[in-house]
T-cell receptor
Framework: DGGITQSPKYLFRKEGQNVTLSCEQN?????MYWYRQDPGQGLRLIYY???????QKGDIAEGYSVSREKKESFPLTVTSAQKNPTAFYLC??????????FGPGTRLLVL | GQQVMQIPQYQHVQEGEDFTTYCNSS?????IQWYKQRPGGHPVFLIQ?????EVKKQKRLTFQFGEAKKNSSLHITATQTTDVGTYFC???????????FGSGTKLNVKP
């Protein structure tokens, strides 16, 4: 099965804790993206990566970090510096046809 | 900076009525994409428009890209309950690696 997966589906974060959201794709796509979606709102870009070992800040990168050590993987860490992390996090990948394929998402909640 | 505005925010229609959502960009776009997100789900790609004045149809859905490549619309004829969800546009400003999403239009269809 080809696709993009995210885990976990739900994640709970305590105050002052860093948490990492997983995103894996087996579509052989070069570009990968992380978006944040708040209730009733659109998608805001956190980070994106065009190629392995390279990534760029999006519009709301503060309090987040990423890595791209492998083509298939683009994990997102929500650090303690992100004061309002409760949201739905969506990972996407894109091949040469420009279509973005989204994973099922991770809902992050603060305890 | 780049902005993509989308209206209306919500639309409630009776099954069989038509529905339209509009996107406007503050700058000229190289292309625009449309996505549908079902309740509790993730965005799914519908279509991409590239050419000035382009019109594309998918069954009951009609997509248009303005002559100036700054606006776009999605029209659904004779809505069905399966059309329920949030429709997003995403504009790309001659940078294939970064997309700006509209805030979405949430469509509710009453049977």
């Amino acid at each position: 099965d080809g696709g993009i997966t995210q885990s976990p589906k739900y994640l709970f974060r305590k105050e002052g804790q860093n948490v990492t959201l997983s995103c894996e794709q087996n579509l052989n796509h070069d570009a990968m993206y992380w978006y944040r979606q708040d209730p009733g709102q659109g998608l805001r870009l956190i980070y994106y990566s065009q190629i392995v070992n390279d990534f760029q800040k999006g519009d709301i990168a503060e309090g987040y970090s990423v890595s791209r050590e492998k083509k298939e993987s683009f994990p997102l860490t929500v650090t303690s510096a992100q004061k309002n992390p409760t949201a739905f996090y969506l990972c996407a990948s894109r091949g040469s046809l420009e279509t973005q394929y989204f994973g099922p998402g991770t809902r992050l909640l603060v305890l | 900076g780049q902005q993509v505005m989308q209206i209306p925010q919500y639309q409630h229609v009776q099954e069989g009525e038509d529905f339209t959502t509009y996107c406007n960009s503050s700058t000229t776009l190289s292309n625009i994409q449309w996505y549908k997100q079902r309740p509790g789900g993730h965005p799914v790609f519908l279509i991409q428009l590239v050419k000035s004045g382009e019109v594309k149809k998918q069954k009951r859905l009609t997509f248009q890209f303005g002559e100036a490549k700054k606006n776009s619309s999605l029209h659904i004829t004779a809505t069905q309950t399966t059309d329920v969800g949030t429709y997003f546009c995403a504009g790309n400003q001659y940078n294939f690696n970064k997309f700006y999403f509209g805030s979405g239009t949430k469509l509710n269809v009453k049977p």
